[in-house]
């Protein structure tokens, strides 16, 4: 019987709206009565969680941002893998060609270079608000702070996209994971983590769980890991080819309630 279920947020929980259906509200709210507890596992920064967390009633619970770079519990860090600030300085001085917009996650930080179609489309699919500061500003501040980036978004023409994924494929493959979600996204993050990683950690040191007690939901090439790794890896209806492949079973798609479907059925809630 799975105790404990983890799920990716955006194309496998949210709605048309890009928001939480009342459906699926109530579905987490019957799993809280069964002392289930429902993860967010996401690429997001956690103010980017924490408002679908609150809907859903769940915001005592741990928290996985950043693909597994950021592990929360009670709001406290407990695992926290960035890329080093020696690589964004190299790639950003890479970008001063080529201009793509790069946002600088840490945390609950968020460093957009400017104001842009971009930057809009972020934060209205986030609800967060980020601070305006050009890449070599929060460089020189994280240099002083001792911080590197939990994650790097490049956003822009796909040449452009793909001028900066050659660049980092041909000198940090081994440092770097390279998540391309459309031609005009690139999402950049430690190679030393994962999804699953982060899952492993939690059941270990906080829940005491097996893996194969565990239930993941998952859409992108990010949530591979992830499926082929819990107890059951459950793929939305609108998942990438490669995720059908290897996730356990196929539900609905997201914007169906597929996760909510799936949480009734196989639970009996």
């Known amino acids: 019987m799975f105790k404990i279920i983890f799920s990716d947020i955006d194309g496998t929980l949210l709605n048309a709206e890009r928001d939480l259906s009342e459906y ?19 690429s997001r920064m956690p103010a980017a969680m924490r ?3 609150e809907k859903m009633e769940i915001a005592h619970l741990p928290l996985i941002s950043y693909n597994g770079g950021l592990i929360l519990v009670e709001g406290n860090v407990v695992s926290s893998t960035e890329i080093p600030i020696e690589i964004l300085n190299e790639l950003a001085s890479f970008n001063k060609a080529h201009d793509v917009h790069l946002s600088l996650f840490h945390n609950d930080e968020w460093y957009a270079p400017r104001e842009d179609f971009w930057t809009r489309r972020e934060i209205n699919n986030t609800k967060v608000q980020p601070d305006i500061r050009s890449n070599s500003s929060v460089i020189e501040k994280w240099k002083s702070e001792a911080k590197g980036a939990h ?16 660049f980092l494929n041909q000198n940090f493959s081994r440092d770097l994971h390279l998540y391309r979600s459309k031609p005009s996204y690139l999402e950049i993050a430690p190679r030393a983590i994962s999804k699953l990683t982060a899952i492993e950690h939690l059941l270990e040191n906080h829940f005491r769980l097996p893996l194969s007690q565990s239930l993941a939901f998952g859409d992108n090439y990010n949530d591979i890991e992830m499926l082929k790794g819990v107890g059951m890896g459950i793929a939305v209806g609108n998942a990438k080819p490669e995720v059908l492949e290897v996730a356990h079973m196929v ?3 997201g914007k169906e309630d597929g996760v909510a479907k799936s949480i009734s059925e196989l639970l009996n809630i």
């Open 24 to 42: 699926t509200v109530k579905t987490i709210k019957k799993l809280s009565e069964s002392n289930i507890p429902f993860i967010l596992i996401s």
């Open 51 to 53: 408002h679908l967390q």
């Open 151 to 166: 994650k790097i978004m490049a956003m822009g023409e796909e040449e452009n996209i793909d001028l900066i994924r050659d």
């Open 251 to 253: 539900t609905s798609s």
